[in-house]
């Protein structure tokens, strides 16, 4: 599986941003699919995910209710639908894809079996 992620940029405090995710080699209904961020000096963290069994979809909850995660079947794209963007929101973005990803690791980054290259968004104050 290949994701390319795209989307990023520079934007102000309460902007959106949409990224997107472009998936090749299987199809998106058998996988599980997620967006990861790490900013400067920090970690890799959890954004949301989209589970692959029931169609669940998960949130940090430091952007539940602003950011959001869609899949297009048919286009082979995953987006990532920011609104409200704030300053702490600023990082590389990376998209990512699992086989088999249950609820109890459907946010740990070590679940996931592939990843795109990442895609940076910048949020001014």
């Known amino acids: 599986v290949q994701l390319q992620a795209s989307g990023g940029g520079l934007v102000q405090a309460g902007d959106s941003l949409r990224l997107s995710c472009a998936a090749s080699g299987r199809t998106l209904s058998d996988l599980s699919w997620g967006w990861f961020r790490q900013a400067p000096g920090k970690g890799r963290e959890f954004v949301s995910a989209?589970?692959?069994?029931?169609?669940?979809?998960y949130y940090a909850d430091s952007v539940r209710g602003r950011f959001s995660i869609h899949r297009d079947i048919a286009k082979k794209m995953v987006y990532l639908q920011m609104d409200s963007l704030k300053p702490e929101d600023t990082a590389v973005y990376y998209c990512t894809a699992g086989n088999r990803l249950i609820l109890s690791t459907i946010r740990s980054a070590s679940a996931y079996d592939y990843w795109g290259q990442g895609t940076l968004v910048t949020v001014s104050s």
């Open positions: 989209f589970r692959r069994n029931g169609g669940y979809t």
